[in-house]
C-alpha cells in the first residue's frame, strides 16, 4: 500500500464500484479517498457503503478519508409534452412557472428565484453550456428569451446562470438531512455545493458543528469574488470545474484552477482539482493526451488532490482509471521541472509562529541531510498540514493517536498518516518513528529522520521541537 508519490488520489463510489472487491483493487491500484455522491442513494445505501470502507481499511491498515458531497440546489427546466424539443437559433422560447408540460413555444423554469434575480440582456445557458440564450424580456412570473446556441433541450436540463448571485441558499432540506446522515455515519469530510458566498460556509459550518473537516466546492463564479475570505473559513477547496467551466469563460478556468491551488498552498489547507479529469475513461480503457496532460497540470500545479467522478462511479474501467490516475502522478514528480516548479513558489513562513518554523526548517533539514522522511506527531493534524505545504520530497509521515485525524490527512500532499499510541517522552518518541518508518517501508537501518513534535506532549499546537534521528 506505499504510493510511490505524493499528490493523493479521490475516486467517486458508484454503480461500477459498489462492491468491496471492487472498491479493494480501487485502493490497490492507488485511491487514497472516497467520495460518496449524496445526489444519489438512500441512507441506507450510504450507510453500507461506509461500512464497506472501513472494513477495507481494518484490512489494509490504511487511514482512508470518506467524502460525502453534498447535492446542493438543483436548477433545471420542466418537462416537455415529447420529451424535447428542437431549437433554431434566434427563435423565442417562454420560461415560466406553469407547470403545464412544455412545447417548442414554452416550458416550465421552476424557479422563481432565478426570474426575479435575473434583468432582461442577462443569459441562460443550459445542458451544461450546449444552449444559451439571452433574455429579451422580463415580467413578473416569465422570460421570454432569444436561443443564441444550441439545437435541442430536453427535459429537467439543468440551468446556469452567469454572473448573477441567485437568492439561494447553498443547502436544501434534502442537503440538510443528508448532512446529518453523513455525520452520524462518520464522514470525514463534507463537501460544500453551491456556494456563493462567505455566510454560505458560515452556515454549513454551523450544522457541523466541529464533527467533520469542510469543503467548499468552487463552481459559482460569486464564490471567486470572495475567495479570499471563504479560504479563511473553510478547511479545504475542491475546484469543480464542471460548473465553473459553464459559468466563467472556458478559456478562463486554467488560471482560476493556478490561483486557487497557489491560494491554498500558501495557507497549508488541502485543494482538489475535479471534474472530467479522464472522462474519455468511462467508456474506454485509455484517456485522451490532453486528459493525462490535464491531469498532469494540475499536478504541476501542486495540487494535493486529483478526483475521478463518474470513471469510477459508473464507468467501464473503474480501476484503470485510478492506475492511469497514479501513473500520471507518478510520472509527473518524478520530472525535474515538477521539483523547480515546486521550489519556485515556496510559501512564506509565518512571523512570530514557532509552529510554521519548526516545520519550515524540517523541510530543509531534510533536505540537506537526504532524510528518509520527516515524522510529525501530531493531535489535529495541523503541523502535518503546515508540512505538506512546503512540498517536500520525501514522506511527511504523521503519527496520530486519532483515527479521524488520519482519516482527514488522507486527503493532504505528501502525508503519510499513522495511527498508533501517543507517546510522553523524547526517547519514546524516537524509537516509536523509527520502528513504524522501518516496518512501514520508509526507511530502513541507518537513515535518517527528521522528527517534529510538541511538548508538553499530546498538546494541539504546540510544535516546538525538531530532532533528527538515525533509525535503528
Known amino acids: 500500500m506505499k504510493r510511490d508519490r505524493h499528490t493523493k488520489i479521490l475516486a467517486t463510489l458508484g454503480p461500477a464500484s459498489d462492491t468491496k472487491d471492487i472498491l479493494m483493487k480501487l485502493i490497490q491500484a492507488g485511491a487514497d479517498n472516497v467520495r460518496m455522491n449524496f445526489s444519489h442513494g438512500t441512507a441506507e445505501d450510504h450507510k ?80 451544461d453550456g450546449k444552449v ?27 440551468v446556469n446562470v452567469p454572473n448573477v448571485k441567485l437568492p439561494i441558499p447553498a443547502l436544501t432540506e434534502k ?21 456563493q458566498t462567505a455566510e454560505d460556509v458560515r452556515e454549513c459550518q454551523e450544522l457541523i458543528n466541529g464533527r467533520a473537516k469542510h469543503i467548499v466546492k468552487l463552481e459559482k463564479p460569486s464564490a471567486l469574488n470572495e475567495l479570499d475570505e471563504i479560504l479563511e473559513l473553510t478547511d479545504a477547496i475542491m475546484v469543480a470545474r464542471g460548473d465553473l467551466g459553464v459559468e466563467i469563460p472556458p478559456e478562463n478556468v486554467p488560471a482560476a484552477q493556478k490561483r486557487i491551488v497557489r491560494a491554498c498552498r500558501a495557507l497549508g489547507k488541502p485543494v482538489i482539482v475535479a471534474t472530467q479529469m479522464l472522462e474519455s475513461m468511462i467508456e474506454s480503457p485509455q484517456p485522451t493526451r490532453a486528459e493525462a496532460s490535464d491531469v498532469a497540470t494540475a499536478i504541476y500545479d501542486g495540487t494535493d488532490c486529483i478526483m475521478l467522478s463518474a470513471e469510477t462511479a459508473a464507468g467501464d474501467y473503474p480501476i484503470e482509471a ?91 500532499y505528501g502525508v503519510r498518516p499513522v495511527v498508533t499510541i501517543d507517546v510522553d517522552n523524547f526517547d519514546d518518541m524516537v524509537s516509536r518513528a523509527s520502528r513504524i518508518a522501518r516496518t512501514k517501508d520508509f526507511a530502513e537501518k541507518g537513515d535518517s529522520l527528521v522528527i517534529t513534535a510538541g511538548v508538553p506532549f499530546g ?7 525538531l530532532r533528527i534521528a538515525e533509525v535503528e
Open 48 to 127: 453500507r457503503r461506509f461500512d464497506m470502507i472501513r472494513e477495507i481499511e481494518t484490512e489494509t491498515g490504511k487511514p482512508i478519508g470518506i467524502v460525502a458531497d453534498m447535492q446542493g440546489p438543483k436548477l433545471r427546466v420542466g418537462i416537455f409534452k415529447n420529451d424535447k424539443i428542437e431549437l433554431i437559433v434566434g427563435q423565442s422560447l417562454r420560461f415560466d412557472l406553469s407547470d403545464e408540460l412544455g412545447d417548442e413555444t414554452r416550458v416550465q423554469l421552476p424557479h422563481p428565484e432565478i426570474i426575479n434575480a435575473v434583468n432582461v440582456g442577462d443569459r441562460l445557458l443550459m445542458d
Open 132 to 158: 444559451r440564450a439571452i433574455i429579451a424580456e422580463k415580467g413578473d412570473d416569465y422570460l421570454i428569451v432569444t436561443i443564441e446556441a444550441g439545437v435541442k433541450l430536453s427535459n429537467n436540463k439543468g
Open 175 to 195: 442537503d440538510r438531512v443528508d448532512l446529518e446522515v453523513a455525520l452520524d455515519l462518520g464522514a470525514d469530510w463534507i463537501a460544500h455545493s453551491f456556494v
Open 322 to 412: 485510478v492506475s492511469m490516475m497514479n501513473r500520471i502522478a507518478e510520472s509527473v514528480e518524478g520530472d525535474e521541472l515538477y521539483r523547480t516548479i515546486m521550489d519556485a513558489d515556496h510559501p512564506d513562513t509565518e512571523t512570530h509562529n514557532t509552529g510554521d518554523s519548526i516545520t519550515a526548517a524540517a523541510y530543509y533539514v531534510a533536505q540537506d541531510i537526504a532524510a528518509s522522511a520527516i515524522v510529525n506527531y501530531t493531535t489535529s493534524g495541523s503541523t502535518a498540514l503546515r508540512t505538506a505545504r512546503h512540498r517536500p520530497t520525501v514522506p511527511i509521515l504523521c503519527l496520530t493517536e486519532s483515527h479521524t485525524t488520519a482519516r482527514q490527512l488522507a486527503l493532504s
Open 459 to 465: 498538546t494541539v499546537g504546540s510544535t516546538n521541537v
